[in-house]
């Protein structure tokens, strides 16, 4: 019996660790990675000796070798993750479940055959199934999740597994342990498969939730696009009807030109042309990039700057074709800008501006806004993008950005100096870059970018 515990308990450690290397999106290469996870299946098959043998008649010694293996265990997961939050350790207990009910169906085959090898084997089958089904089915998607998806509800979801896990102690080992309570068998089956059920049902709401917010965005984007687009229609009309008109009346400013030339009134010719030049400039149709979306999103808000009272100084480079999804792209920049404006607009009138620099090329993306402040910015510890003041980590909108930035494989940082605010956002495509760089980095980047490309300011 004690040898069948102890391969038991080191088998469910090993695809333990198997789980949190396939399902963790790694901080550490490979190797390291690998490393970290042996060593803790060293220091558990060690604890586990401990408490299955040395001390297996003390109750204090088996419940404080086991918190301290729960421990291990989720540090080691929140060592190796790339982004340490919430979500993983929503993985690791998830993983600790997953185990659990592993093992307890081997140690059913085993009390009910009384066969170690027989039980052992289909320990390892049962591990290996279930992993191998998971694997398939949700792995992409709890890496996606980490790269991309928001973080600020996985708190709460947490609290599934740990009830979880804490119901299966219960009912296998206290107050009276499974082999001692064979009745309890066909309860604790129906509780596994309540365990999978329920977790389809948390994974199909956070896919619908994150679903809706990515719907909710598209469709702020789509309406100011659409918006945009009418705004536009609207004009050029009015501008091919105006000019029409021009057209038509120009032989007559013509005819009247010569005659204020042959008279000698040459103000009287001045305010004609002035008026002329007038008409064209009013009808002229403002263009600040090639792309049509992004070139649409700065019209809307810079005319929304314009009613504020907030100058905008731009230097826009955006082609028309983007290496990015140009609707991403546009509402990052709609996104970004908002916030400025937001920030500015109850300034002294000398304070409302708003710095736009944005250069979206074939090898590299950068988009840096500047602004004045007054009120206090806190900035989020794990993010380093400012929290929104109306509560919460941030906004929608700046988790739309750090999402976008991630997808991208951009860096992305905020910092305050001399009274402005700066937000920057870089990548470089043709590396393929998913180094994530500090705000030092990025000022690098961005005074590389600008020795290149330089700095032009339209007021």
């Not at 350790?89 to 592993?102: C, D, E, H």
Request: aromatic share 12%; proline share 1%; charged share 20%.
């Amino acid at each position: 019996m004690e040898f069948y515990k102890n391969i038991s308990y080191m088998t469910a450690q090993a695809f333990f660790m198997f789980f949190i290397y396939l399902f963790i999106v790694h901080r550490f290469s490979r190797w390291k990675t690998a490393g970290i996870c042996i060593v803790s299946f060293l220091m558990l098959s060690v604890t586990d000796l401990m408490k299955l043998n040395l001390f297996s008649d003390s109750d204090g010694v088996y419940l404080a070798v086991t918190i301290f293996q729960i421990l291990l265990i989720q540090s080691t997961g929140l060592l190796i993750a790339e982004k340490r939050n919430s979500m993983v350790l929503f993985i690791g207990l998830t993983a600790s479940n997953y185990v659990l009910a592993g093992t307890i169906v081997s140690s059913v085959l085993y009390i009910y055959t009384n066969r170690v090898v027989l039980s052992l084997a289909g320990s390892v089958l049962i591990h290996l199934v279930i992993l191998l089904f998971l694997v398939n089915k949700i792995r992409d998607i709890w890496h996606a999740y980490q790269s991309v998806g928001s973080m600020q509800n996985w708190w709460l979801l947490c609290l599934i597994p740990a009830l979880f896990y804490c119901g299966f102690a219960f009912l296998t080992m206290y107050p009276c342990r499974l082999e001692d309570n064979l009745q309890s068998v066909p309860g604790i089956l129906i509780f596994i498969v309540m365990m999978f059920v329920s977790y389809v049902i948390v994974f199909r709401y956070v896919e619908s939730e994150s679903n809706r917010k990515s719907a909710y965005w598209k469709n702020v984007l789509f309406k100011s696009y659409i918006k945009g687009l009418e705004n536009q229609y609207y004009l050029v009309e009015q501008a091919e009807k105006n000019l029409k008109i021009l057209r038509h009346d120009m032989r007559h400013y013509s005819g009247m030109v010569d005659l204020l030339l042959e008279q000698g009134e040459y103000e009287e010719i001045r305010k004609v042309t002035k008026y002329i030049n007038d008409v064209a400039d009013e009808n002229r149709i403002t263009k600040y990039c090639d792309n049509l979306i992004v070139n649409t999103v700065l019209k809307n808000m810079t005319e929304k700057a314009e009613t504020l009272g907030i100058e905008v100084h731009r230097d826009i480079l955006v082609p028309r074709e983007v290496p990015v999804n140009g609707y991403e792209l546009a509402s990052v920049v709609a996104n970004l800008f908002e916030n400025a404006l937001f920030c500015v607009k109850e300034l002294k009138e000398e304070k409302r501006y708003v710095d736009v620099k944005i250069h979206c090329l074939q090898d590299h993306l950068l988009i840096h806004m500047q602004n004045a402040y007054e009120q206090e910015i806190r900035f989020d510890e794990r993010s380093g993008l400012p929290r929104s003041r109306a509560g919460g980590e941030h906004g929608l909108g700046m988790q739309s950005v750090l999402a976008f930035s991630d997808k991208i494989g951009g860096n992305i940082g905020a910092y305050c100096e001399g009274g402005i605010f700066h937000i920057m956002m870089f990548a470089k495509f043709q590396d393929n870059m998913r180094k994530k760089g500090n705000v030092s980095d990025l000022k690098k980047c961005y005074t590389e970018t600008n020795t290149v490309s330089g700095y032009k300011e339209d007021a």
